[in-house]
Each structure stands twice: as C-alpha cells, then as structure tokens.
C-alpha cells in the first residue's frame, strides 16, 4: 500500500495554483496549511465530509468549516447583508473562524445552530449557521489562495486532540488516512478564534466561541475599525 503523495509547496510544485486545484478536486482527504494549524479536509463534497468525520473520529453532527481561498472567493459564494459584510473584510483574511447565517441553498457540510437566547433574543428556535474562514496564507502556501473553489476542513488531529502546526506533528493515523499531503513546513501553531456574527446584520452583536491569537478587545478594535494586526 503507496502513502499520500506529498507535495512541497515551498518546492517549483507547490507555486502551480492549477495543479493544486486538481490535486484537492481529486483527493478524497487532504492534509493542507492554514496561517494558524494544519487542516484535515478537501473539496466541498459528501464524499469529503464523510472520509473526514471517519478520519477524526468526529461526532456525525458536529459542524464543520469552510475554508475559502480568499476573501473574493467568499463573497462571490455568500450573499451576506451590508453591516456583516463590511464586519467580514475586517476580519479576514486573519486567524479567525466566523459563525455566520448559513444560506438555505448549502447541504454540504450541514449547518450548525446558535439558540436565539444566548443572542439575547426570545424563542425555541435556532440560527442555523456556518463556519467560514480565509487564511492569511503562510508565503509557502499563496498559491492555495488562487484556488477557485473552497475547502472543507477542520483541524488535522483526532476528535479531542492538539491540532498540528506542521505535517511532523499530524497523527500517523490520519496521514495514513490521506490520498495527499501539503506541506508548506510549520505555521503559527494556535487554531483560529470563533467568532459569532450569526445575528450581526441585524444587531450588531458578536461574542467570541472560542479564543485565539487575538483577545475580545483586539476584535472588537477591528470590527470598529482599527489597524490593530491580525498576528
């Protein structure tokens, strides 16, 4: 049995953007960098999703995230409302993963859920939302930041575990579970911070699901506005 093919993309291979499209449209799971850790994932399909909760051991439920190449790509595949919008450029590209309305059309990954009352509103019912980032991808990885379509990814480590900041500390069981690794050498090592903006068009309110390299007051500077860098 052959292991993943490996691509260096400090190497020639790793600056052809159309190469590595086909590569991850192909790839039925995929060990690739981000800016904070390496992610385990691929193309947004069925197929993908299903190799990759297997992959990690993963609740079936559990949300997934959509990795877009960059900020351009995002917007041309969400229609999302001025004031949330304009919160999203000044986030990103950055460390972090926004928790925003997931559009009705999108069955791939299944949209997770934010109750309305720990969004200070009244009633039973739920957001359904979806993870969305994009990278500011190391200077190794900037050709993924051509690719034409996103990525479904999380963490590359087993359900519960520490996420990697280089393919040397990926579990040997889910590189084993790969058809194609990508490695661009360490990156920054703290996953991104989640931010909800699930009820922001409409409220203007964010809280943070998860920190990161960036505290509540350093995103509240750039949600205002603010220079504050994203490192």
Known sequence: ???PLVVDLAGPEGADARRLAGLLAGARLACFPTDTVYGLGG???PAVREALVAAKGREAGKPLQVVYASLGL???SLELGPRLLEAVRRLLPGPFTL???CPTDVAVPPAGEVPLHALGSVGE????TLGVRVPAWPAAARALGELPFPLLASSANPSGGEAPRSVDEVDGGL???CDLVLDAGPVGGEASAVVDLSSYEEDGAWRILRPG???ERGIADLLAGGEESHA
């Open 125 to 128: 019912t739920g957001v359904a």
């Open 99 to 101: 928790v925003v309305p």
């Open 175 to 177: 590189l084993a579970a």
């Open 74 to 76: 995002l917007e041309a």
């Open 213 to 215: 390299t960036v505290d």
């Open 43 to 45: 193309a947004v399909t």
């Open 1 to 3: 049995m052959t292991g």
